[in-house]
């Protein structure tokens, strides 16, 4: 029931009321002395319903408010109308907290509530298991405190959380953690480590079966070269047929040794078995390895121009650094019809250093560019045939990068040409080199 009390009604009563007062003592000839005692009981009255509903509030624990009639009456209407709403909406509030749990403990990840600074405000069971956070015991500690892995500590310092953080489990030392950390809500951060001990163990054992087929590989190749070219290097006279049927056995072979050699490299770049970074000349780098692919150019006989604005240095690894940027030019050099033109360049761009091919082939169609990092994609299976590309060079470039904090980003555009350019960070730039010529 609605019910409302305006300052003129409570004027027109306590009118009324002292109206009524007034004409009593006029019977009993003293009238100040009955609007006196109406006013003390009219004060008394409502202090007496004011400490009730003190009571009621503070004291008591009983749902429904006390009992009045009058202004008092509807006074605790209206608190005990608002009091069924706030449990209407806390009970609603008690059910979407109750399906969130339910539902973060149904996750197969660890899941962990934390605020901007990192303290733990909620965990559920998986997290108890996999990281050894039990919450509410943990509750308001830092994550970092919990977890005091070195690569941890180092991902949280980055502020960088696009790529996950890998680390083994505190509690089981065979399970491997794979961590994400994303903004959850305005004022909250949402943790998730996922066991990927299973798709490690895989990853492992496909690179190694590859490493090691592809080393087995090397033998029985080497020895059928070594017998078509002691045959192609006799002295009798082959017949014809017998000729082209040696060159074809000659060129299957050289492209899959090329094949074995490729996936050997990619195999060697994945396991990262290096002891430690150096700082790399990259110009030197670059200008030998124009110098080094010119000899691939003679048939085509492409246009290549080099521009080398400064001689700043790479901290990194030698040997990934020149064979990611070797498989940019030798791509360029294949892919770009004959007299074309190639622009090879080395800078600085936005305290970013860029390693960049750029041609004027026949460019990427817009489907295909962001999957020509993966192993074995190729667009024309035909014309790679043709040009003997195996799929592994860019995914051999996307391993290099990820170990030099590097970012590869192609543009192409249809029937145009294509530019290859590696972004280097500034923290991957060594410090000991001048940043410009």
């Known amino acids: 029931m609605y019910f409302r009390l305006s300052f003129r009604n409570i004027i027109y009563r306590l009118f009324l009321l002292l109206t009524a007062s007034a004409l009593v003592g006029w019977l009993f ?23 009730k509903l003190i009571n009621w509030l503070w004291q008591s624990k009983a749902l429904s408010p006390p009992q009045a009639k009058g202004v008092w009456g509807y006074l605790y209407d209206g608190l005990y109308r608002q009091v069924k709403q706030q449990r209407r909406k806390q009970k609603q509030l008690n059910e979407k907290i ?3 749990r339910d539902g973060a403990e149904a996750l197969p990840d660890a899941a962990l509530m934390l605020s901007n600074e990192l303290t733990i405000e909620w965990g559920n069971k998986k997290a108890q ?14 994550i970092d405190n919990l977890l005091r892995a070195p690569e941890f500590s180092d991902y949280l310092g980055q502020e960088n959380f696009e790529s996950p953080c890998l680390l083994i489990s ?3 030392n065979d399970v491997q953690l794979e961590i994400r950390i994303m903004a959850y809500g305005s004022e909250n951060v949402l943790l998730l480590a996922r066991d990927i001990s299973n798709i490690q163990r895989l990853e492992d054992m496909r690179r190694d079966f590859v490493a090691n087929v592809s080393h087995e590989l090397k033998t029985p190749l080497t020895v ?32 899959m040794d090329r094949l074995v050699e490729q996936l050997l490299n990619l195999a060697k770049v994945e396991n990262n078995s290096h002891d430690e970074k150096q700082s ?32 700043i240095h790479v901290f990194g690894y030698e040997t990934e650094l020149k064979s990611a940027c070797a498989n940019l030019l030798s791509n360029a050099i294949a892919y770009t019809p004959a007299d074309g033109c190639i622009d090879v360049s080395w800078q600085l761009v936005d305290n970013k250093a860029v390693f960049s091919v750029k041609d004027n082939g026949d460019g990427i169609k817009p489907e295909h560019v962001n999957r020509l990092t993966e192993r074995f994609y190729r667009i024309d299976r035909s014309r790679s045939r043709d040009t003997g590309g195996s799929g592994l060079g860019l995914a051999i470039v996307k391993h290099v990068l990820h170990h030099h904090q590097a970012e590869l980003v192609i543009t192409s555009h249809w029937g145009k040409g294509s530019e290859f350019s590696i972004f280097f960070d500034q923290n991957a730039l060594s410090d000991n080199a001048d940043s410009s010529i």
């Open 29 to 51: 000839n003293n009238i100040l002395l009955v609007m006196l005692a109406t006013t003390l009981f009219l004060l008394v009255w409502h202090y007496h319903h004011l400490f």
């Open 98 to 100: 109750r399906r969130f």
């Open 129 to 142: 298991r996999l990281l050894g956070v039990r919450w509410p015991d943990d509750f308001s500690q830092r």
């Open 170 to 172: 505190p509690v089981l």
């Open 224 to 255: 059928v070269r070594g017998y078509v070219e002691m045959i192609q290097a006799s002295e009798d006279v082959l017949d014809p047929h017998w000729q082209k049927a040696f060159q074809t056995i000659e060129g299957q072979v050289s492209r």
């Open 280 to 311: 790399i000349n990259m110009a030197e780098l670059i200008r030998t390895l124009v110098d080094e692919i010119n000899w691939l150019n003679q048939e085509k006989n492409h246009q290549i121009s080099l521009n080398i604005s400064t001689d």
